[in-house]
């Protein structure tokens, strides 16, 4: 079922993205600068790498470093199991600094099951731990890599192999996160980059007040479940001038049982290869007041994505793309509400008030799938752009056509005139900034 409103004067003013409360208010529909993060202002300590095992150096210096001062690793390589990150602390990865997750589950292990293949998927802790912790972050130049391309020691495959194991088996891989931040509250992220993680990059829980800028994550489009950046059940969270390609979502914003997750910002972001721009699937908890804006998606999958079904499904309302250039998508519009066709239960996916203004790709399949007539998609349209030859897939949805129009005209709609504006997407492709550790 399709229905389709013409032209409705006014509705570019609903279109443009507004200014969100919080740490996000200084992003306005006319100005997407936001203030840099200020980094802190005394180092608590200063640690040259060595040749062994630095776990225990590492955690002590976190553990002793006061409230508000960051640790400083210096070039060179520093091998490490878990870390957990101490309330108001800053670890700082200085250029040419490269921390390296250790490859034996053992140091991950919490239940018996870290590196095996079972049923529920959650045996292994994270590489590093915010745990109910209030300030503090990552910063540097330096990378942080998980290995998940390397042998697990004590095993004959890498936790990327374990990942696809697991999928052709039927199960659930047992491999640590990179990062986790849980209950906690302002934290920074500025100019790291983090790659090959052997399963999420970095996943918040329950977080308020979080900013990644300029970050870097790099992981090869073949390695499972790796996703970028994924805020669950959180608000305010801000992701700007950051470049991500990995195995998995780019970004994927969440709500669980863990409570609604609101306020989220991106700006001037770049997505290469990965599932693209998502939210969902779990989005059971409500997920609203979501602003995208100069945003490139550069041979993703899905462009801009949300999915969710009736095992998971919830509320997704007040969602702002704005200025997207897209390229190289199999689909660069993927909003379904029966992403699992086998899901069972009673949690009906809504989606409401989604706004697309100014947002150009080439061919592909654009989707946008309601629950049923009861419970239809409902979105805007202004200036969309696509190739004549991309194919519309359109079941229970409510469009508006804003006054700068959509091409190709969706089913049935023919006579609607063509988008009149013409987005300038050459200068937004930028290749992605490789980062140099020479001698680590």
């Known amino acids: 079922m399709l229905f389709l409103h013409r032209n409705v004067k006014g509705i570019i003013a609903s279109l443009i993205a507004v200014p969100l409360a919080g740490s996000c208010a200084a992003l306005s529909a006319n100005n997407a600068d936001v203030p840099e993060p200020v980094l802190p202002a005394h180092i608590c300590a200063r640690l040259a790498s060595s040749s062994g095992d630095d776990t225990r150096r590492l955690q002590s210096a ?13 070039a060179g390589r520093f091998t490490s199991g878990p870390l957990t990150i101490k309330s108001g602390v800053t670890l700082w990865i200085s250029q040419g600094a490269m921390l390296v997750a250790d490859s034996d589950p053992r140091v991950y292990d919490k239940n018996g099951h870290c590196g095996t293949v079972d049923h529920k998927g959650n045996g292994c802790r994270p590489f590093i731990l915010f745990k109910s ?31 696809r194991r697991a999928q052709a088996e039927g199960g659930a891989q047992n491999v640590p996160r990179l990062i986790e931040i849980d209950d906690a509250s302002h934290i920074i992220f500025h100019d790291i980059t983090l ?30 479940n790796t996703d970028g950046i994924d805020p669950i059940s959180s608000q305010n969270i801000l992701i700007a001038h950051s470049f991500i390609r990995t195995g998995d979502d780019n970004v994927a ?63 997704v309302s007040d969602v702002h793309y ?11 519009l993927d909003f379904d509400t029966r992403y699992d066709a086998h899901a069972i239960g009673n ?16 061919i592909g399949q654009l989707v946008l799938r309601g629950y049923d007539a009861v419970h239809p998609l409902q979105l805007a349209l202004n200036g969309v752009s696509f190739n004549n030859t991309a194919r ?37 492709w930028l290749p ?4 140099d550790t020479p001698g680590v």
Not at 62 to 74: K, S, V
Not at 272 to 289: F, K, L, N, Q, R
Not at 432 to 435: D, E, K, R, S
Request: net charge neutral; aromatic share 6%; glycine share 14%.
């Open 62 to 74: 976190i553990d002793n470093c006061p409230r508000g001062e960051a640790l400083q690793l210096l």
């Open 133 to 163: 912790t209030d300030g503090g972050g990552i910063i540097g130049k330096g990378v942080i890599d998980g290995q998940g391309g390397k042998p697990i020691i004590g095993h004959d495959e890498s936790w990327w192999q374990l990942a």
């Open 195 to 224: 790659r090959n993680s052997p399963g999420f990059h970095v996943t918040l829980k329950n977080v308020r007040d979080a900013t990644f800028w300029g970050v870097r994550i790099d992981t090869p489009a073949n390695a499972r």
């Open 253 to 315: 914003i969440k709500a669980g049982a863990a409570g609604a997750t609101r306020h989220v910002v991106l700006v001037d972001n770049h997505f290469y290869w990965g599932h693209g721009m998502s939210i969902g699937s779990e989005t059971a908890g409500g997920v609203s007041d979501i602003r995208v804006r100069d945003l490139t998606l550069d041979g993703t999958t899905s462009g801009l994505r949300i999915k969710s079904d009736i095992s998971r499904g919830g509320i």
């Open 322 to 332: 704005e200025n997207i250039c897209m390229r190289g998508n199999r689909r660069p």
């Open 347 to 362: 949690n009906i996916p809504v989606y409401r008030d989604i706004f697309l203004n100014h947002v150009s790709g080439e």
């Open 392 to 428: 519309w897939l359109i079941e229970s949805a409510k469009i508006v056509i804003g006054p700068d129009g959509v091409t190709p005209a969706p089913p049935r709609e023919v006579a609607l005139p063509p988008s009149l504006v013409s987005t300038d997407c050459a200068k937004n």
């Open 432 to 435: 992605f900034p490789v980062t």
